[in-house]
């Protein structure tokens, strides 16, 4: 009988590891359980001066756009289709860098950065999601602009409050659904030994190189998706202010000329630094050195242009000014 019981305790065993064996090479299975950020940089006595400076930049990220959703959503005036997309802006940048900074400030001063499986593809999800927000955003905003100046007799029509809603959940449509493209190659991949994500995040060229099974499907998805959420929304948003500029130079108006610049021009440099700043990283082949050189990249559409966004337009816009100065003096007396 004692035989007996240990042929059917090998047998139990073989049969498990053959199970592990078949999950492994279909794809359905993988040996990390956690990963192990390397983090932005590997030098100790940068740490506590990044973490200070990353800190500040994130409280001014958090009240910045969290001042912006709230004078938007107190003042009337501030209702028109332009703040409707600045407010869905702000949230989404305010939920973005929420995603990144966070994690990347503990990383700061633990010894040991680790992110379960689990917790890096959620990171992976909702960065893919809020990127691709802010593209389409972004894209929306500057056609907003395009019917304002270049046809403003039919602004009302062009940019009803139905066409305004449908811009917005055409947006966060795209995005879902490039997230969950994205989410779901990296969750068929294998990733047998190595664990270090040479990064301060669980981004998608990084976790490529640590696949012990093919990245085809994954570059491909990769290169269509990334391709379309870039290339098209940045050659939409270049186009539109092409046309708005050609209009602005044959207005015989200087003052009318000058407060459409004045607009326009925020909005561009909004665009060019997040656009410039993801073209670096993501359309260009993966790499050691291009991860490596990607890190700075990273930090300006992770950090730097989620704060960077509610100063350009709210400093630069004289009805934000005029709202928080109402907001202000209402609540003081």
Request: with cysteine; glycine share 6%.
């Amino acid at each position: 009988m004692g035989v007996n019981k240990s042929d059917q305790e090998a047998q139990r065993h073989s049969g498990l590891r053959m199970i592990l064996q078949t999950s492994i090479a279909t794809g359905n299975g993988s040996f990390v359980s956690e990963f192990i950020l390397v983090g932005l940089t590997d030098h100790p006595d940068l740490q506590l001066p990044l973490l200070f400076l990353f800190l500040a930049a994130y409280m001014v990220t958090v009240l910045g756009n969290l001042g912006l959703i709230t004078l938007i959503g107190l003042n009337s005036h501030l209702h028109t289709p332009m703040y409707f997309f600045l407010f869905n802006l702000s949230f989404i940048d305010l939920c973005y860098s929420s995603v990144i900074t966070p994690k990347m400030l503990i990383n700061f001063i633990s010894r040991k950065n680790i992110m379960s499986y689990i917790s890096c593809m959620v990171q992976l999800y909702f960065f893919c999601f809020f990127a691709t927000s802010e593209c389409y955003v972004l894209t929306s905003m500057a056609y907003d602009r395009y019917v304002a100046v270049c046809n403003p007799l039919l602004y009302n029509i062009a940019m009803s409050p139905k066409m305004c809603v449908n811009l917005i959940l055409g947006s966060y449509l795209m995005a879902f659904s490039g997230a969950m493209a994205h989410t779901g190659c990296m969750l068929r991949l294998t990733f047998c030994d190595a664990n270090t994500i040479n990064h301060f995040f669980c981004d998608i060229l990084p976790m490529l190189q640590l696949s012990c099974k093919s990245i085809y499907v994954n570059e491909l998805v990769l290169f269509i998706v990334g391709g379309i959420n870039i290339i098209v929304t940045c050659l939409t948003i270049f186009i539109s202010y092409g046309f708005i500029i050609c209009t602005i130079l044959h207005m015989n108006s200087t003052e009318g000329r000058s407060k459409a610049f004045s607009t326009c021009s925020s909005h561009i440099m909004a665009v060019s630094l997040f656009f410039g700043s993801v073209s670096f990283v993501y359309l260009q082949p993966s790499s050691a050195s291009s991860v490596n050189g990607g890190k700075i990249s990273s930090v300006f559409y992770t950090t730097v242009v989620p704060m960077m966004n509610p100063l350009i337009y709210s400093l630069r816009n004289k009805d934000v000014k005029l709202a928080m100065r109402k907001t202000l003096t209402s609540r003081i007396f």
